[in-house]
């Protein structure tokens, strides 16, 4: 049994030692900060030149930190913040505010150039960050590249090429104690193998994570809440001749969630009474296909992707009904989408970018619940689309004002099926759905080293469908059987600044954006949630960032953050919304008004050891934020994250603390549980590189 103690005088007595044998000698720092080249914008571009609120973090740099997932990487986004999340299988997260409890998601997610999207689900993918080229974070809309449900932002994982000339073997494992709970683990590992020189290679990779119980449940002995985790990705790189790339990549992940995210109570943490024990388990099988044709002047990319989406869940549920209520789900979904563009190469002061994509998907969707109001039904929503979007750019003033104008037609032909299990009555209805989505950019360089830029840009998401017997519980309220889309404008100034010979570097962006006929849910007869286009919102905010390499050698500093308000402000039929968290003038759900993190990095050589010592910590103040269903409130969290040790050329060896001031309050509370952050671990991890 590892103690936590013992671990926690480790790592503190890991940061001492190496403070005190490596010293903090105050000399002139010689390195800059290291420039990272991204494809936020379909071409590779140098972060620091992307005229959009842009966070890219390398693998290397998250492996280095201790970043596993998004959960992890969002407390150093500004503006970004985990949604609901009922199950480590099904997370959400919401940037700048745009947030929503049903519906599809308002974030896009992109594993390379595929898109993760499931029609009429909040959800992200589970995608580990182990092994990756480096994670993309797009804060605002970005409907015009990346299309329906990029309406906060978009996140890209952008994994790890194979080499095609060099084997290649790396990975890790730790081993840690959760506070008040059981033990966990990590094994990951990863794999190039060159087939054919310069020609043919493939790359394999691997990680399980194994989260320990801490809740306690009344029926069933232990600590029964626990999580296990299961990623494995393939992919193969072919290069036939110079001017053409053919990609392939397989990834499944698997998530054992035990009981899920929403607790009864906090402090102690229990779970409701249940007459079996829970159980989540989702499955994502992910298959994407990629070529490029180098033309010189014109590079054609095309794009398939195909999911798998297999979700099972089973559990108590908290309603204002007397007895044990049980709630079983499922869900299984297969989309498939194919993606074709043209992305100019000249060297002239003209860029463009022209593209069509169709996709066709369907979720399938159960639910049956018991102890309470009767309900045993299945759900299929359908949807085939398309879209052609476009960008053209011109350089002026030698390339230092360029404005951008890009635009996005957007058809969703969607048909929804309900079928009753008990007495096999069915309803069936279908609707089309359009938008146009316009982008105007113009940034201005007035020197090398500083940008400032002004982005307009409008998001979209696509409508959805209330069966007949949720139209039947809202009465004698207003509800239709289809639900409009929602969209939004919003309009962002930011600046980026290089000072002091590039060792410090400042971003920061204000915006401001109105969200029209907002998707939301009240609760009717019987509780039967039913969705409305709601009203307006609107939402102003301040983004910022810095990161300074200090004159002290090795020592680096960042901080970054965001203030947020986002409000109801135009309320349709506000009766629908009584005893709710929908109030007009309210910061609207899964939003905190205000987000902020520091760190600090000190990597040294031991001179005489052949090793380098590496400390790194950081610390997270995240505001209180809201539910739609629920008029109370969750807390303010303090989050504070600390790795230490010392590494050789082939490996490394550190001592971590997460939530390591175990920070234990309410992320969110709902009519349906309440969510934490999982408590405080400690623990030490070995990692390798052949």
Not at 60 to 69: I, M
Not at 98 to 122: C, K, M, Q, W
Not at 143 to 169: E, K
Not at 629 to 646: A, I
Request: contains cysteine; charged residues 20%.
């Amino acid at each position: 049994m590892i103690r936590s103690n013992e671990l926690r005088l480790a790592l503190l007595a890991t940061c001492a030692a190496g403070l005190a044998f490596g010293g903090l000698p105050a000399r002139a720092q010689t390195s800059e900060l290291p420039e990272i080249v991204v494809t936020a914008q379909k071409r590779s571009e140098v972060l620091f030149d992307v005229p959009l609120a842009i966070v890219a973090v390398t693998g290397a740099e998250l492996e280095k930190t201790g970043v596993r997932d998004l959960t992890d990487l969002f407390r150093s986004v500004p503006g970004a913040s985990q949604g609901r999340s009922t199950t480590g299988g099904n997370p959400s997260f919401q940037i700048r505010g745009v947030s929503s409890y049903f519906g599809e998601s308002t974030v896009g997610y992109y594993l390379d150039d595929a898109a993760f999207s499931i029609p009429n689900r909040n959800i992200a993918p589970v995608a580990r960050t182990f092994d990756v080229e480096r994670v993309e974070v797009l804060r605002g809309p970005q409907g015009t590249l990346y299309g329906v449900g990029s309406m906060g932002g978009t996140v890209r994982f952008i994994t790890a090429d194979p080499d095609l000339n060099n084997y290649r073997v790396r990975g890790g494992f730790g081993v840690s104690n959760t506070e008040g709970g059981e033990n966990n683990h990590t094994v990951d590992l990863a794999a190039s193998i060159p087939l054919i020189k310069d020609k043919l290679a493939v790359r394999l990779t691997g990680s399980h994570e194994k989260k320990g119980g801490y809740a306690e449940s009344p029926s069933f002995p232990g600590d029964p809440n626990s999580e296990t985790g299961d990623s494995v990705r393939a992919k193969v790189l072919f290069k036939p001749t110079d001017n053409v790339t053919l990609k392939g990549l397989y990834q499944h992940s698997e998530v054992d969630d035990h009981w899920g995210k929403q607790l009864n109570t906090i402090n102690p943490d229990s779970f409701l009474r249940s007459t079996a024990p829970g159980r989540n388990r989702s499955m994502r099988d992910m298959y994407s296909g990629y070529a490029g044709i180098d033309f010189g002047p014109v590079l054609l990319e095309s794009t398939s992707g195909y999911i798998e989406r297999n979700d099972r869940g089973f559990g108590p549920l908290k309603l204002p009904f007397p007895g044990v209520i049980t709630l079983t789900v499922d869900g299984n979904s297969e989309i498939f989408s194919q993606e074709v563009r043209l992305v100019s190469q000249s060297e002239g002061p003209w860029k463009w970018i022209a593209g069509v994509i169709y996709q066709d998907a369907e979720n399938v969707e159960g639910v049956r619940l018991a102890g309470g109001p009767p309900r045993n039904e299945i759900s299929t929503y359908g949807t085939k689309s398309y879209a052609v979007f476009g960008e053209v750019s011109r350089e002026f003033m030698d390339g230092r004002l360029i404005p951008l104008v890009g635009l996005r037609y957007f058809t969703d032909e969607r048909d929804f099926l309900t079928v009753n299990r008990v007495n096999g009555q069915a309803f069936k209805t279908s609707d089309t759905f359009e938008s146009v989505n316009p982008r105007f950019n113009l940034s201005y360089k007035p020197s090398e080293d500083a940008l400032i830029y002004a982005n307009i840009a409008k998001g979209f998401r696509s409508g959805t469908f209330n069966t007949q017997a949720a139209v039947a519980a809202a009465a004698p309220l207003p509800a239709g059987l289809t639900v409009d889309p929602d969209s939004l404008w919003s309009y962002e100034v930011g600046t980026k600044l290089s000072l002091l010979d590039n060792r410090l570097k400042f971003e920061a962006s204000v915006y401001y954006f109105k969200w029209s006929d907002q998707q939301l849910n009240f609760s009717g007869a019987g509780n039967v949630q039913i969705i409305v286009n709601g009203g307006e919102a609107t939402g102003r905010g301040l983004d910022y960032g810095v990161t300074w390499a200090t004159p002290v050698d090795g020592l680096i500093l960042a901080a970054s953050g965001n203030f947020n308000s986002t409000e109801y402000s135009d309320i349709q039929n506000p009766a629908k919304f009584v005893g709710t968290g929908v109030i007009e003038g309210r910061q609207i759900a899964s939003v905190p008004e205000s987000s902020h993190t520091v760190s600090a990095t000190y990597t040294r050589p031991m001179n005489g050891a052949g090793l380098d010592l590496y400390l790194n910590g950081s610390y997270s103040y995240i505001s209180r934020q809201g539910d739609p269903t629920l008029t109370v409130l969750g807390d303010d969290h303090n989050l504070l994250k600390l790795r230490g040790g010392f590494s050789a050329d082939k490996w490394g060896a550190y001592i971590f603390g997460d939530n390591v001031l175990d920070d234990d309050g309410a992320i969110q509370i709902s009519g349906s549980g309440t969510m934490r952050y999982y408590p405080r671990v400690v623990g030490v991890e070995v990692t390798y590189d052949f």
